[in-house]
């Protein structure tokens, strides 16, 4: 019999090299990540500032780049941002301090961990480029930040809302100036609520194997010309 | 078998013990409900951790087939009574508001938990306050979530109430329409007046702004 220290098992890291995790980090300050300076040596002034946070680095950036940044970091060689991890906002309870939309990307062949923040003032509208073009994860992160918070995602495909029903009228939950109970007495909000009608939108035809076809990979396209069956 | 008639004064059944075996006198009303009531056949519609609570109860300790509901109903169509577990948000209400719809009557629904009966914590734009405020309730199960005893304790009293019922009244069979404007059961200021906050959820009246 082998003793239960000695089995190796087949495809187990090294000790050394397995991640380990962090202690002792510092609340703020401490060695940001190397990324934050690429990204400030090549786009110059659309990166504001660059703070670390628990050890994570966040860079503050121009909401108009924020698509090319996300396109470079995600092909750069040196980079290789392939994973984005969320998508979201933060609104704060004082008037003056602007809007953030906040970008969290991970890249897992150089293990780092990078969030981008853009800073939408209140008074204009919410608007930032769709990053939906390089990470097609985005889109349904992209309409859940629209549907809560209003932030427009110019060049998403579909940006409409995906928690709340597509004819819901009293605005964008999430924000301060959003009241806890809605804006609506509660007989209006189910009035409105049950005609809403789902089946006229979800329809058993609209979502049938046939017509999405031509949509569907091709292993599975095969897969179902041999003659499978879908299971309906 | 439990098949025991009240006895009534006014009238006298004469048997003749020798001429057949095996037979036993009774009201419809009591064996329809009678039979009824033991075979109901629930229809759960579980959305959050009281729908836990009621696989506790189906399963083999409290053993809900020995009130006869062993046989979930996954078709609405088969099923007698309408199990809500757990909480409603509004976008599923006229799911739910559906599939009442679909059951055939007479049909019963049970309101499990503290959200399905009032909305529970959830005092917010997302959620019902009540599911009573979209389809009648017959009853309700406090809890949050309720034991499987108290579900139990709640079928029970569904089935005293069906025990109760008789063939005469014909409100069992007929469908409640509702109102055609607003597609409510209940006048709005009712909606209203039952889903006010209480206790702790009257402070969180502000708007943060």
Known sequence: MTPTSQIQIAGSAAPHDAPRTPTQIPHRGGTPNPSAEALRARFGDAVSRVDVVWGETTVVVDAARVRDMVAWLHDDAGERYDYLVDVTAVEFRDLEQPLEVVWHLRSLPYRRFLRLKALLPKGAPLEVPSVWPVHKGADWMERECFDMFGVRFEGHPDLRRILMWEQYKEGFPLRKDFPLRGRFSRAEQLRQALAANPEARYSMEEISVVEAFSDLPDEMRQRLASGERTGE | ?209
């Open chain 2, 1 to 209: 078998m439990g098949l025991i008639a009240r006895p009534d004064e006014k009238q006298v059944v004469t048997v003749d013990p020798g001429s057949q075996e095996g037979w036993v006198t009774t009201r419809l009303d009591f064996l329809v409900n009678w039979a009824r009531a033991n075979s109901m056949w629930p229809m759960p519609f579980g959305t959050a951790c009281c729908a836990i609570e009621f696989m506790a109860t189906a399963a083999s300790k409290y053993d809900l087939a020995r009130f006869g509901m062993e046989r979930l109903s996954y078709s609405p169509r088969q099923a007698d009574v309408l199990l809500c577990a757990g909480r409603v948000p509004l976008k599923l209400a006229p799911v739910i508001r559906r599939i009442y719809q679909q059951m055939p009557q007479p049909k019963w629904v049970i309101a499990m938990g503290a959200c399905a009966s009032t909305g529970g914590m959830f005092d917010n734009y997302a959620v019902v306050q009540g599911i009573d405020t979209i389809i009648p309730v017959d009853v309700y199960v406090p809890g949050c979530p309720p034991r499987p005893e108290a579900l139990m304790y709640g079928i029970m009293m569904l089935q005293q109430k069906v025990m109760g019922e008789r063939l005469r009244d014909e409100s069992l069979r007929h469908e409640i329409v509702p109102d055609p404007a607003s597609q409510l059961y209940i006048p709005p200021s009712a909606i209203d007046e039952l889903s006010e906050p209480f206790g702790n959820s009257v402070h969180q009246t502000r708007s943060g702004l």
